[in-house]
């Protein structure tokens, strides 16, 4: 069933392209299920969204507020999208004046928030007045609707592979869509199990935002994400977007990963020119080597690939930092918005023997028949 995308508009104010802004970052680079038609972000006013992010001119602008946005666009969009992700999670009141605004302008408002603006008695009055929808993305299912870790991840008979990190926001979601996208442009059935508000923005269809969860449900919750996406889509391979790091002290998220998710393999996702944790200046950045034995040690799995951030690098940087990689890690190393994914679709093939006849298989039928004389 072919997906009607809705327009919308993204509001990231100051933080566009920034780490708090990997939300609207996110949403303009993908998205199944929303037309990108703006971003809000006085900052950046003028700018194209896309070339801001190092990528090629996508006619997507930046605004410096809303009255400009839709003073300048065609018509209203459909949405308005929080598309910030900061780590106190609450609005300003200047934000909330802008949501009020949208509203009144009957836009629906979609929330990553963990404040939840469909239990905020004004927003929801305001709604209602304008029969406009309120979707909170974080919002979590019902208790009666979690699930506990029941062990069934076992019959999974297909790869499993984790993206995981060395920290937040260093590139872990756009690796593993931009994966995905690659397996499934080779005719390998890729799913995708969303764990964070911004994947299921863009259109996952499996998994849940589990810093949204109790913590008791985290492990069950991305067992079950994983088992319906095997047993629904019958795919040949199903990808598991990372959270944080494993060695990241403020947060237990990848931990959740790992046990629910009982990956057959780890892609390393890494930023070489990061020096502190993301919004901790004072935490120091962990070495590749102490988070592949950290990974390791508390799994049953291994790393299988190094994919990297090319955060405040130059284009000379990356390459040597790929070099050096490869050499003292003995792991495929790449950059996959600058050089693509084949080096990680070349790694499973050779752990995944099942891949690789299927990619070869695929080639195959799509080449030209010889005719006959």
């Known amino acids: 069933m072919k997906i009607i995308k809705k327009t919308a508009l993204v509001y990231c104010e100051n933080q566009f392209g920034l780490v708090d802004g990997k939300t609207a970052a996110g949403l303009v680079r993908h998205s199944e299920l929303y037309t990108i038609v703006g971003v809000i972000d006085s900052s950046l006013a003028g700018k194209d969204a896309e070339e801001e992010l190092g990528g090629e001119k996508s006619g997507i602008p930046i605004f410096s507020n809303l009255e400009e946005a839709l003073s300048k666009l065609a018509e209203i969009p459909n949405c308005y999208i929080y598309g910030k992700a900061p780590l106190d999670a609450c609005l300003s009141p200047e934000e909330r004046f802008l949501i009020l605004q949208a509203m009144e302008k009957g836009m629906d408002i979609i929330n990553g928030l963990h404040q939840f603006f469909s239990e905020d008695r004004e927003f929801v009055d305001k709604a209602a007045q ?37 920290d937040c926001a260093c590139g872990k979601m756009t690796t593993a869509i931009e994966l995905n996208k690659s397996l499934n442009n080779l005719g390998i059935k890729s799913v995708l199990v969303a764990t964070g508000q911004t994947s299921l923005m863009q259109g996952a269809m499996y998994g849940v935002s589990i810093d949204a969860l109790i ?38 998220s990848s931990l959740g990963i790992l046990k629910g998710s009982m990956p057959d393999g780890i892609i390393l996702q890494h930023p070489p020119g990061r020096k502190f944790r993301c919004d901790f200046p004072h935490l120091i950045m962990p070495t590749i080597e102490s988070e592949i034995q950290l990974i390791e040690a508390i799994s049953q799995t291994s790393v299988m690939a190094i994919a990297l951030s090319h955060e405040d690098l130059e284009n000379a940087e990356v390459l040597n930092f790929i070099e050096e990689y490869e050499k003292q890690f003995q792991l495929p190393t790449t950059d996959v918005l600058q050089y693509g994914c084949q080096k990680l679709v070349q790694t499973l093939s050779q752990h995944f023997p099942k891949l690789k006849q299927k990619i070869m298989r695929n080639k195959l039928e799509k080449m030209p028949a010889l005719s006959m004389r």
């Open 130 to 166: 304008h029969n406009i929808q309120i979707k909170d993305i974080r919002k979590p299912p019902q208790l009666s609707d979690l699930h506990v870790f029941t062990g069934k991840i076992s019959e999974v008979n297909i790869p499993v592979i984790a993206v995981l990190g060395t």
């Open 215 to 252: 913590s008791q449900f985290v492990i069950g919750e991305i067992e079950n994400s994983v088992i319906q996406a095997f047993e629904h889509e019958n795919p040949d391979i199903i990808l598991v977007e990372g959270q944080s790091a494993v060695s990241h002290p403020a947060f237990m």
